[in-house]
């Protein structure tokens, strides 16, 4: 279910996702999904410093195969809180969902962040489902960034 994880973080009700890669937005006119037009993503190398105010996004070390009866949702983790950095996510990985877990991380402090390989800034816990789940079909499947 989940791959390349690290046993010391499986907690009671929750694992610890560890940050693998931050990609940055390139600078485009106009974002316009409707018309499909998406920034283009610049993987930036680890150790990173993040200036107050500035978005990265991360993607996990860890991947996952959700089975069909359980989902989880996604929370920052209180590391995260207490250094001001706003973990944005989904919120939900869906039954069915393969792949690394994609979030945004944006500096809300006045202060430099470093960011590193295998920082831990984001929890998931796993729910069981009853009843019949269809299995999700994103374009993200495989943990795509865009």
């Known amino acids: 279910m989940i791959t390349n994880y690290k046993t ?26 409707s018309q499909e037009r998406f920034p283009q993503l ?11 105010g500035e978005f990265v996004i991360g993607r ?10 359980l989902m989880s949702i996604y929370a920052a983790s209180s590391l995260s ?3 001001g950095l706003n973990i944005l996510s989904g919120g939900i990985n869906d039954p069915g ?3 690394n ?13 470093k960011l590193f390989y295998g920082m831990e800034l984001l929890h998931t816990a796993f729910l ?11 374009r993200y499947m495989g943990g795509k960034i865009l």
Not at 60 to 69: A, G, K, R, S, V
Not at 101 to 113: R, W
């Open 81 to 83: 809180i207490r250094i």
């Open 97 to 99: 969902y393969r792949g």
């Open 42 to 52: 610049t993987e930036i190398s680890l150790p990173y410093v993040l200036q107050p």
């Open 128 to 138: 069981e489902l009853k009843g019949k789940a269809i299995p999700v079909q994103t």
């Open 8 to 33: 010391e973080n499986i907690r009671s009700c929750k694992y610890t996702f560890r940050l693998g890669e931050i990609f940055r937005h390139t600078s485009v006119d106009l974002v316009d999904v």
């Open 60 to 69: 996990t070390i860890e991947e996952l195969d959700t089975p069909l009866d």
């Open 101 to 113: 877990a994609i979030f945004g991380i944006h500096n809300v402090s006045q202060n430099k962040i």
